[in-house]
């Protein structure tokens, strides 16, 4: 049906897919580019899948501020919306009923001169500023699937609008358009539908090690007066992950009694009955955190994944006529839990190399090469250089992990050139081998689960109600799963572990007389891409659905 | 035929509001905005008739700054030229001030048909289309679920309770205020948006003098009663009482 529709087509000089810090930032910089030159100005497009730039962005985020410097000087008289900066930095390691302080704050924690910011705010102010140098932001608009010729990227088709939950166009279909463009540069984040496809059609991870991946899950507090001062961040490992399990907790302050309460959990647990958001409720119910928050009000949630495998699993990230930035390519430093600067550092990068091949009449891969030569001579690669086995090194347990992490800190890297990892899903194991061979209890839902108290704690629906989430119901299911293999294989092996990972309830199974029936409640989807990572048979995809669908991160 | 449609942003629906301190309106900064959904029908009734009938669309909004966005995406979806009436005290007003302010906006562009939403999502007084009629000394018809134009003159279908429709014939110039779900909304295309920007924006100041006709004394949520019974016995002995408590006390037999 969609091959045979007259489609609307646009040529640009250059498409961005995805605006985020990356795409942003990207974006900003080949108008400044231009600026400096002069000539014929470039057209420049940036697709975003949500209904507004920022709505579909969240982060912890401290924000360090070198990339943003150099990018716009003038942030504090542009009024950046940075919420406050880092006063105090503590880290604990957790108990369950108590805390030990570290005694110093090692480097990578140190956030002097950062600054804890709102991501959605952010982005929102840096689309502003993208919009103010005449550039075209459409949000709304998903990128669908990558246009070739032969082998080289030509552009991005965005998705058809309009279709029914049958599949059939509807009275307002609107088919996807065709954007051509001399170069496209992918920042369609963490586990990008199209940089997914780009990696295996190309095998950009060859001679790289596999990504590995994290959930992030977050919400938004107001607390009572006086809890805590604002510009305190708050670093936490330990309780409630156990050794085999990465990951930890953060809570930053903010003026006006907000504050960000958040938990990250390696996506490389061995439990298959391991819960990411049962995690976080028990981060919650720990006295550091439910002495800061009990009492106030949780205001929106929302979860998404970040990339952690850092420097020797990013893909490379250029081909015929395209870039790969930001999370899409894994420019994220686990060890100091940042990546936006980065993010918005590779766009800048990309803008560079983008714009002399289009002036050059060139996007050959040979000449998109120099993305690559001015990541490994930036501030990037000698962040990420030598931490960039610590993640790896946690696969091996938290006191390896932690020991490595010291002696890549006090060494700047020198000890082993590539520490090999796994792709994180592979790490877990089946019920058979993780409970009943080790005469272990298997447990009646997910391990260490908690009642809600919708105080403190809330069960993943009604948080779901405060991500903003919306879709149109009338569209197909936009996550593609081979059903056949959840109730003859991976239920029996993992009781259906796609239930716990997800944060947002869009995994339910049904048991009816026949037997159990995988429902997805798609419409609950924050985007977070969690399942097309973790699920361990691989059979879901996850595809955009009709563009303008998705959470509303407000302040998130 | 020169259309005008009246379009209020208001806050999301998904989403959990929080009131603000004197507990009289939602605390507006954790708020995201959009459309009002009615008003998205009744531009979407506008585009169709423009585009049967020839002429203009021209969608007028009363609110903050911040409004501005629900007139873009109007533009981008085919509406001609944009009013904004701004007035950053003018997002929770009632519908006396905010027909006066568009209403001051609007007279001298003479329009021939004036569309607004049924109601707001936020406030849903369903007044703004009415109240606006009186000002601009239009008739008006409300609750429309068809239109008909023909030679200066329409035909409207009302919805009415109980399934029952009423058809209305009236002359032009007119004010309707539209039902949600009178047609299938269009999406804004790439075209759409880039056109959207050499659009114009009209801004006005609103009129001096406003003052609200009403007041918001209290808001409230609804309050959760959790009022479960449990009933003991065996089965028999149980649903008997069940059934006697249906009958009796809720009176739902």
Redesign the interface.
């Known amino acids: 049906m969609t091959s045979t529709v007259e489609r609307?087509t646009?040529d640009v000089d250059v498409l961005i897919v995805g605006g985020g810090p990356a795409g942003l930032s990207a974006a900003l910089k080949l108008s400044q580019l231009q600026k400096r030159t002069g000539g014929e100005p470039l057209s420049i497009a940036v697709l975003e899948k949500a209904?507004?730039t920022g709505?579909h962005m969240m982060s912890g985020a401290v924000l360090d501020v070198s990339a943003l410097k150099e990018l716009v000087p003038d942030f504090l008289d542009r009024q950046a919306p940075l919420a406050s900066e880092v006063h105090e930095d503590h880290i604990y390691f957790l108990t369950p009923g108590g805390k030990l302080r570290f005694p110093i704050t090692p480097a990578p924690f140190r956030n002097h001169g950062n600054y804890i910011i709102s991501l959605n705010r952010f982005v929102k102010w840096l689309s502003e500023q993208v919009e103010a140098e005449g550039i075209?932001i459409?949000s709304?608009?998903a990128g669908r699937e990558v246009l070739y010729d032969g082998d080289r990227v030509i552009g991005v088709r965005?998705g058809d609008?309009?279709i029914d939950k049958h599949g059939q166009p509807?009275?307002?279909f609107?088919p996807g358009?065709d954007?051509h463009a001399k170069v496209t540069i992918f920042a369609d984040g963490v586990r990008g539908n199209l940089t997914k496809e780009l990696q295996r059609r190309f095998q950009l991870g060859a001679g790289r090690e596999p990504q590995s991946f994290a959930i992030g899950i977050k919400e938004l507090w107001e607390v009572p007066a006086g809890r805590i001062r604002p510009g305190t961040v708050i670093h936490t490992m330990g309780y409630p992950l156990n050794t085999e399990e990465f990951g930890g907790g953060f809570v930053y302050a903010m003026p006006d009694n907000r504050v960000f309460v958040g938990f990250v959990s390696g996506l490389d647990y061995v439990d298959p009955m391991f819960d990411p958001h049962v995690a976080f409720q028990r981060f919650k119910l720990h006295p550091l955190v439910r002495g800061i928050i009990e009492g106030g009000?949780m205001?929106?949630y929302g979860a998404k994944a970040l990339p952690e495998g850092g420097w020797n699993t990013i893909p490379r990230p250029y081909l015929d006529g395209a870039l790969i930035v930001g999370d899409a390519a894994g420019f994220m430093n686990s060890m100091r839990l940042k990546g936006i600067h980065l993010a918005m550092r590779s766009g800048m990068l990309a803008a560079d190399a983008a714009f002399e091949a289009v002036n050059a009449g060139d996007a050959s891969a040979a000449r998109l090469k120099r993305y690559e030569t001015l990541i490994n001579a930036s501030p990037i690669r000698k962040e990420l250089y030598p931490v960039r086995n610590v993640h790896q090194a946690f696969g091996h347990g938290f006191v390896a992990g932690f020991l490595y992490a010291g002696i890549a800190m006090v060494t700047n890297g020198w000890w082993f050139d590539r520490m090999t990892g796994h792709a994180g899903q592979d790490r877990i194991q089946t019920i058979a081998r993780y409970y009943t061979r080790r005469g272990r209890q298997v447990p009646e839902g997910a391990t260490q689960a908690v009642k809600p108290d919708r105080q403190v704690t809330f069960d993943k629906l009604t948080n779901v109600?405060?991500s903003?989430?919306?879709h149109d119901e009338d569209q197909p299911v936009h996550l593609l799963v081979h059903t056949e293999v959840c109730e003859s294989i991976c239920g029996p092996e993992y009781n259906y572990p796609c239930q716990r990972f997800c944060p947002a309830n869009v995994y339910e199974i049904v048991t009816e007389a026949v037997g159990n029936r995988l429902q997805i409640n798609a419409s609950n989807c924050v985007h977070c891409k969690t399942c097309d990572i973790m699920d361990p048979y691989q059979v879901i995809t996850w595809v955009p659905p009709e563009g303008g669908g998705g959470p509303?991160y407000?302040?998130m | 035929m020169k259309i005008a449609v009246c379009i209020k942003q208001v806050p999301t629906r998904e989403w959990q509001p929080r009131l603000n301190d004197t507990k009289t309106w939602i605390r507006d900064q954790d708020a995201s905005y959009e459309m009002n959904e009615p008003d998205a029908y009744a531009l979407e009734e506008g585009l169709r008739l423009k585009e049967k009938h020839g002429g203009e669309v021209v969608v007028c909004s009363a609110g903050p700054a911040r409004a501005a966005q629900v007139l873009r995406e109007a533009l981008a979806r085919g509406a001609d030229r944009a009013i904004h009436v701004e007035d950053e005290q003018i997002g929770a007003a009632d519908a006396f001030v905010v027909t006066e302010a568009l209403a001051a906006a609007m007279r001298e562009e003479q329009f021939d048909l004036v569309l607004t939403g049924l109601q707001s999502d936020d406030q849903g007084f369903a007044q703004t289309g009415v109240i606006l009629a009186e000002r601009l000394g239009m008739p008006h018809a409300t609750i429309i679920m068809e239109v008909q134009a023909a030679d200066g003159r329409l035909r409207v279908k009302r919805e009415l309770e109980g399934g029952w429709f009423q058809w209305i014939a009236m002359s032009l110039p007119a004010v309707l205020t539209i039902q949600s779900g009178i047609n299938q909304l269009r999406y804004a295309t790439l075209k759409g948006i880039m056109a959207a920007k050499k659009k114009e924006i009209r801004k006005v100041a609103a009129p001096a003098g406003l003052s609200a006709r009403q007041r918001i004394l209290k808001l409230d949520f609804p309050e959760k009663g959790k009022k479960t019974q449990m009933i003991a016995g065996g089965p028999e002995e149980a649903a008997r009482e069940l059934v006697r408590r249906l009958r009796e006390e809720a009176r739902a037999l």
Do not use: M
């Open positions: 609307e646009l209904r507004e709505a075209d459409f709304g608009f965005t609008r309009g509807r009275d307002n609107e358009v954007i009000q205001i929106r109600h405060y903003g989430t919306r509303q407000d302040g």
